[in-house]
């Protein structure tokens, strides 16, 4: 069966022809090795579904501790339709409170870690304190 076949199958039972399309390649990306073998079309399906992504803002409170905000992207449904990105508030009492969510939150993502670049005067402020010349 052809995948126009399958898509406008899709379609009698209700569904837009673009819902149709993205309901058919979804479960071609995810059927399984044995139907992948069996018919190697399926391996032409390429990409993935849109995800969602997160961003969070974090604030500091008077007695020491963080709040943060975490705001769900949600993909644009098939329709283009919007969708309410849902927030997620937590409060931490201490850095390492806070650090540790941001891990849990976002598993995919490495820390950056940067050393700190001397600024382009240090060099001038130890050559004034050593007495040096020209600066």
């Known amino acids: 069966m052809s995948f126009k076949a399958v898509q406008s199958k899709i379609e009698k039972e209700g569904y837009g022809a673009k819902a149709a399309g993205a309901i058919l390649a979804k479960k071609t990306r995810d059927a399984s090795p044995a139907a992948k073998r069996a018919n190697p079309n399926l391996k032409k399906v390429n990409g993935a579904a849109p995800k969602g992504k997160k961003h969070m803002e974090i604030e500091e409170t008077d007695?020491?501790?963080?709040?943060?905000?975490?705001?769900?992207?949600?993909?644009?449904?098939?329709?283009?339709?919007?969708?309410?990105?849902?927030?997620?508030?937590?409060?931490?009492?201490?850095?390492?409170?806070?650090?540790?969510?941001?891990?849990?939150?976002?598993?995919?993502?490495?820390?950056?870690?940067?050393?700190?670049?001397?600024?382009?005067?240090?060099?001038?402020?130890?050559?004034?304190?050593?007495?040096?010349?020209?600066?």
Do not use: C
Request: aromatic fraction near 6%; glycine fraction near 10%.
């Open 63 to 135: 007695n020491g501790g963080f709040i943060s905000k975490t705001t769900h992207i949600q993909p644009r449904d098939e329709n283009h339709g919007y969708r309410p990105n849902p927030v997620t508030t937590a409060q931490h009492g201490s850095r390492r409170a806070l650090q540790a969510h941001i891990r849990q939150t976002f598993p995919e993502k490495k820390p950056a870690v940067n050393p700190a670049a001397a600024p382009q005067w240090a060099g001038v402020a130890s050559k004034m304190l050593r007495g040096g010349g020209d600066y």
